[in-house]
T-cell receptor, first 115, second 112 residues
Framework: DSGVTQTPKHLITATGQRVTLRCSPRSGDLSVYWYQQSLDQGLQFLIQYYNGEERAKGNILERFSAQQFPDLHSELNLSSLELGDSALYFC??????????????FGEGSWLTVV | LAKTTQPISMDSYEGQEVNITCSHNNIATNDYITWYQQFPSQGPRFIIQGYKTKVTNEVASLFIPADRKSSTLSLPRVSLSDTAVYYCLVGVPTGTASKLTFGTGTRLQVTL
């Protein structure tokens, strides 16, 4: 158990809908990262937050947004869902931002299926 | 943006040593190199991390040459339970910052 908690574990929704994925980082971790992994694909970086502020942006679609709250949990909002958005969405956390030796720990993922 | 590449797959027999290499010729100066193991439908699990030369822990070793353009994860005496996908994670420069980028992943199959 990495200590990173994601909910829900599984989610099925229809095209055009909007969903919110939630992440609680490990105790003491200030950074949260979101990654997307489609079937048999690699891990694509979406976005990173550090202590409530956006720090880095990857291949995140405009239909997607995220935020990190004062209690450090994070939410990833996916809207106008398309079939191609079906994927595993991972949250990860680390103590710091980008200092050397900063280890990132991953949650078990939220499996989104768009039908 | 240069890709971080790994062999697609590797096969090994139980008890052998396995070496998986990641090529990252555009790595950020200050970023570490981290390796993860992933089982199907599970989150990546941290294996080992290093900056240069050699790092060893209870499960693996990591070899990083002086130019840091590649890294090699070494798994001693693999078992069936080591069958998984292995990813390297490195920082790739993007302007004044860097972006953490996973390698393409290596699917390791261990058999008897």
């Amino acid at each position: 158990d990495s200590g990173v908690t994601q909910t829900p574990k599984h989610l099925i929704t229809a095209t055009g809908q909007r969903v919110t994925l939630r992440c609680s980082p490990r105790s003491g971790d200030l950074s949260v990262y979101w990654y997307q992994q489609s079937l048999d694909q690699g891990l694509q970086f979406l976005i990173q937050y550090y202590n409530g502020e956006e720090r880095a942006k990857g291949n995140i679609l405009e239909r997607f947004s995220a935020q990190q709250f004062p209690d450090l949990h994070s939410e990833l909002n996916l809207s106008s869902l398309e079939l191609g958005d079906s994927a595993l969405y991972f949250c990860a956390s680390s103590v710091g931002d980008r200092q050397p030796g900063n280890t990132i720990y991953f949650g078990e993922g939220s499996w989104l299926t768009v039908v | 943006l240069a890709k971080t590449t790994q062999p697609i797959s590797m096969d090994s027999y139980e008890g052998q040593e396995v070496n998986i290499t990641c090529s990252h010729n555009n790595i950020a100066t200050n970023d570490y190199i981290t390796w993860y193991q992933q089982f199907p439908s599970q989150g990546p699990r941290f294996i080992i991390q290093g900056y240069k030369t050699k790092v060893t822990n209870e499960v693996a070793s990591l070899f990083i040459p002086a130019d840091r353009k590649s890294s090699t994860l070494s798994l001693p005496r693999v078992s069936l339970s080591d069958t998984a996908v292995y990813y390297c994670l490195v920082g790739v420069p993007t302007g004044t910052a860097s972006k953490l980028t996973f390698g393409t992943g290596t699917r390791l199959q261990v058999t008897l």
